[in-house]
């Protein structure tokens, strides 16, 4: 799988937009970017994924650059339970799926 | 809700003995996989069954087991516990037919060992 690199944090005010950047500058053809947060020592979450087109559901927006080496997590209106890290995961996409391998992630700060 | 469920949610145990992890996934998954958390570590991919059989393999110690049975639950042995063992371990399942690729997590289980 190709490996990621994530801001280790980031601080973001209540009620903002919050724009998690990733880079995955090795990333292959058939590899998606997927994006999960683990709040505090629960199961993580998973928030969206995309293969190259830009992607929004309920909770959040992936901007995915038109080479694929980068993307963005936006958090459109962040608040206090938005407090949690974030991993951004490129994985391929296989008859029984891949696993997902986690790096670090993103410490991710919101600010009252 | 994940939908995916783990048993027990606690566990402590002391150092040498042995423990099994329950996970059951969502409705009609077919894959699981198994992840080890420790204290203020990343998450750490240990094995993944689908449909019964072995997938993938991370870094798994050769005291840990696991197996997926029939009805697609699935169970993590650990034997011969040491301090060190100590984690939180999550399951998580994906690849229920006609569903997407997300894997969904379960809450995990915290092991201690004494």
């Known amino acids: 799988d190709a490996k990621t690199t994530q801001p280790p944090s980031m601080d973001c005010a209540e009620g903002r937009a919050a724009n998690l950047p990733c880079n995955h500058s090795?990333?292959?053809?058939?590899?998606?970017v997927y994006w999960y947060r683990q709040i505090h020592s629960q199961g993580p979450q998973y928030i969206i994924h995309?293969?190259?087109n830009n992607e929004t559901n309920e909770m959040a927006s992936l901007i995915i650059t038109e080479d694929r080496k980068s993307s963005t997590l936006i958090l459109p209106h962040a608040t206090l339970r938005d407090t949690a890290v974030y991993y951004c995961?490129?994985?391929?996409?296989?008859?029984?799926?891949?696993?997902?391998?986690f790096g670090t992630g993103t410490r991710l700060t919101i600010i009252p | 809700d994940s939908g995916v469920t783990q048993t027990p949610k606690h566990l402590i145990t002391a150092t040498g003995q042995r423990v099994t992890l329950r996970c059951s996934p969502r409705?009609?998954?077919?894959?699981v996989y198994w992840y080890q958390q420790s204290l203020d570590q990343g998450l750490q991919f240990l094995i993944q069954y689908y449909n019964g059989e072995e997938r993938a393999k991370g870094n798994i110690l050769e005291r840990f087991s696991a197996q997926q049975f029939p009805d697609l639950h699935s169970e993590l042995n650990l034997s011969s516990l040491e301090l060190g063992d100590s984690a939180l371990y999550f399951c998580?399942?994906?690849?229920?037919?006609?569903?997407?690729?997300?894997?969904?997590f379960g809450q995990g289980t915290r092991l201690t060992v004494v």
């Open positions: 998580a399942s994906s690849g229920g037919t006609g569903a997407g690729t997300e894997a969904f």
């Open positions: 995961i490129v994985r391929k996409i296989n008859f029984g799926n891949e696993k997902l391998t």
């Open positions: 995309g293969l190259k």
């Open positions: 090795t990333i292959s053809g058939n590899e998606y």
């Open positions: 409705s009609g998954d077919l894959s």
